[in-house]
């Protein structure tokens, strides 16, 4: 069963951001990302975050004030190309969606999901989160046009660093809010099973973005990856997670009665569907 969708009016991001950073990355800790693919790419991501110093100081505000130097806005939506070599580019009404290009679209979306109310849906492994909640606030406040030369040279060459398209069959999208450019969520098919997932940053749920999302997967399922059912699984007791599916179309289907999710927890399942008989491919 793909991630289930994790909404709640509760934010664990502080609505105003403090001038402090997060110490210097620790030696080592800068994972290969183009040699890691699918959960083991998130996993690293997330060990790296959390080797960041949890410590912080007045004296050193090179992260935050790059932040606080940018304008308000953002000055032009985020442009990620075209479907094509693998890669795939949606866009929703208010949602910008593409295959992550460099670590900072998968570091952003991990962070994103690693809050309590997400992962009382999504049951991640612990090493596929980020725990500390001060390098989550950092990531969760960057938009996707952020210029990086203010970050200390390990934390940009981290950020920037290349990240290949994963091969173990699942089609990962990063989300981004085109009004203001942040982090909103990511979202994924399974090339095998049609099975889709997603999630939302705290800042964005109960918006209806959760409709968009799925809707946005449907069609990455149909209209990019020629698949014809794509499928949803959901806690009967997420409410947020099965109204979005049916509010973007999805109805009841068979499927297992119980799942485990990666944290070891067995959760009861409900299983949702979209079907389409026409289909098409793009060119990634």
């Not at 304008?71 to 969606?97: N, T």
Request: net charge positive.
């Amino acid at each position: 069963m793909p991630k289930a969708l994790a909404d709640s009016s509760t934010c664990a991001i502080p609505t105003r951001v403090r001038c402090q950073v997060c110490g210097p990355v620790r030696a080592g800790v800068e994972a290969r990302l183009s040699d890691l693919c699918g959960d083991e790419l998130y996993s690293a991501v997330a060990r790296s975050l959390n080797s960041i110093s949890a410590t912080f100081n007045q004296g050193r505000g090179t992260m935050w004030q790059a932040l606080f130097r940018r304008p308000a806005v953002p000055l032009h939506p985020p442009v990620r190309g075209r479907c094509g070599g693998g890669r795939h580019v949606l866009r929703s009404e208010r949602l910008l969606l593409y295959t992550p290009l460099i670590a900072l679209d998968v570091i952003a979306p991990t962070a994103a999901r690693s809050d309590a109310e997400a992962q009382r849906w999504l049951g991640s492994r612990t090493e596929e989160i980020v725990q500390n909640e001060d390098a989550r606030e950092v990531f969760l406040s960057m938009r996707a046009d952020d210029d990086l030369s203010g970050f200390e040279t390990r934390d940009r060459l981290m950020m920037m660093r290349k990240v290949e398209i994963p091969t173990d069959g699942v089609v990962r999208l990063t989300a981004v809010h085109v009004a203001d450019g942040r982090y909103a969520g990511a979202t994924s098919v399974s090339l095998e099973s049609g099975e889709i997932g997603g999630w939302l940053a705290p800042d964005y749920r109960r918006q209806g973005l959760g409709v968009e999302l799925f809707r946005a997967a449907v069609q990455l399922g149909h209209r990019h990856l020629g698949l014809k059912v794509v499928r949803a699984g959901a806690e009967p007791t997420n409410n947020a997670s099965r109204g979005a599916l049916a509010s973007a179309g999805f109805t009841p289907a068979p499927g297992p009665a119980r799942f485990t999710l990666g944290d070891g927890r067995e959760i009861d399942a409900t299983w949702h569907q979209h079907r389409q008989e026409a289909t098409a491919r793009c060119r990634g």
